[in-house]
């Protein structure tokens, strides 16, 4: 098994003992493999291992590995013993770096959940590209859960006006919130915000917003995400090594 593979593996098992800690299902926990700069040979190696969601910062990064990733598979198919990937379904991708408005044209449609939905005006141009596209574009409210100056994201106070303009557009479905917490050297220490955001997600739901999705933790606090209520987490480091 290659190393990307077996990384990838003891991930699982952490988010399954995790989940299993915390008394809830395995299966309501999906990982989002996070390829930001990883090369596509590795990303391949991912999908090969069983990856189903594979998360990426920059829209033109991820749609041109999406483009490799496809040829590359045809590559191999042609080439013949059929590649242990070749029978897995493709991945989907999610976008979970900003997004500026100007490149939400490039973005709808080409990303199965964008996590980092932080204004109104964001909303309304992925409305509307959406509805050009004849599709409905899913998408997580970015909240800045510790209000950090120099973060993404609507502040926590904000979202409940935020959802009820939101509601309003037709082609934007918004389906949970997102948020990326100061970066800690203990992963203890994100609990707080992982709880503060759950919480918001359960005020939001009694007000009548879909909130199925918390996308919450990364490498370092993911296991303490998964047992704060995360339906989504986003590692990268964990499973292809420390960023270049
Ligand atoms: C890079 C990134 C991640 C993954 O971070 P790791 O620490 O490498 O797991 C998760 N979420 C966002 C928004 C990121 O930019």
Redesign the pocket.
Known sequence: MSLVAERLRAVEARIYSAAVRAGRDPASVRL?A?T?TVPVEFVMEAVGAGAKIL?E?RVQEALSKKLTLDSLKAARYEAGPPASEAGLPAPEWHL??PLQKNKARQAVGEFGLI??LDSLELAREIDRQAKKKGIVQEALLEINIASEETKHGIRPEEAPGFMKEASGLENLNITGL?C?PPAVDDPEKSRPYFKELNCLAAELALKGFDMTELSMG???D?EVAVEEGATLV???????GA?A
């Open positions: 989002v996070v930001k998360g910062n979970i770096g996590h980092s997102m990326v990364m490498s370092q993911f986003r590692v990268g480091t964990a499973i292809f960023r």
